[in-house]
């Protein structure tokens, strides 16, 4: 089966592939020829997710599937959340077009500052995919129309207080799943895929597609 992940991210992508397995084909933007930084201005991440989906899809006319993550910090009442991704450029010294959106390290940094006076380090990754598919309404398709689908996955942990192991990216260097000692950076990725917030929604999207 072949379907687009919305993303040139290729640390997300290759994980996606790895879980998704031989079933599928996954395509990446650049793989349609699609150079273009999509907006994701919801203030959800269904609403971001959706929001990618749908670009791909109106435009290229093919089964895609975007996704958004996010970090939800108890103590910081759920922050970063939706702008994990580019929560150290949304400091009071920077701008959502810092050099430093979408920089895993300053991110990290930023967030290992707002905890290090608090005691409560839970947290937990959440993962929204967003899934449009053509569908046929007539025997004969001549009719078709497109219908959307959310998957979502969820782990829970802890925020750590200082990084610790080199694999992954983004913030698994300082988060800690529950029941295990290790953050996301020292296991490998049969291990993180197994138990991530992106490998139960993305096993949930896999289940959905193979009915």
Not at 55 to 62: A, E, F, G, P
Not at 111 to 138: G, W, Y
Not at 165 to 191: C, H, K, L, S, W
Request: charge should be negative.
């Amino acid at each position: 089966m072949k379907i687009v992940f919305a993303t040139n991210n290729l640390h997300k992508l290759q994980e996606v592939r790895q879980i998704l397995g031989d079933s599928f084909e996954v395509l990446s933007l650049k793989d349609i020829g699609c150079d273009v930084d999509i907006p994701e201005t919801g203030q959800t991440l269904e609403e971001n997710a959706l929001q990618k989906a749908r670009y791909v899809y109106d435009n290229y006319h093919i089964d895609c599937f975007a996704d958004d993550t996010g970090l939800e910090v108890e103590a910081l009442n759920g922050a970063p959340g939706v702008y994990s991704a580019r929560y150290a450029a949304m400091e009071p010294t920077g701008s959502t077009d810092s050099p430093k959106s979408h920089d895993s390290e300053a991110n990290m940094a930023r967030l290992l500052r707002e905890l290090s006076d608090k005691d409560n380090r839970k947290a937990r990754f959440r993962t929204v995919i967003a899934l449009i598919q053509k569908k046929d309404v007539c025997p004969c398709g001549c009719t078709s129309i497109k219908q959307e689908h959310l998957f979502d996955g969820i782990v829970k942990g802890e925020i750590t207080t200082e990084r610790s192991g080199v694999e992954g990216f983004g913030y698994d260097p300082i988060f800690r799943p529950e029941g295990y000692d290790q953050t996301f950076a020292e296991m490998n990725a049969e291990q993180k895929n197994s138990i991530s917030h992106r490998g139960r929604a993305t096993a949930k999207l896999a289940e959905y597609l193979l009915k």
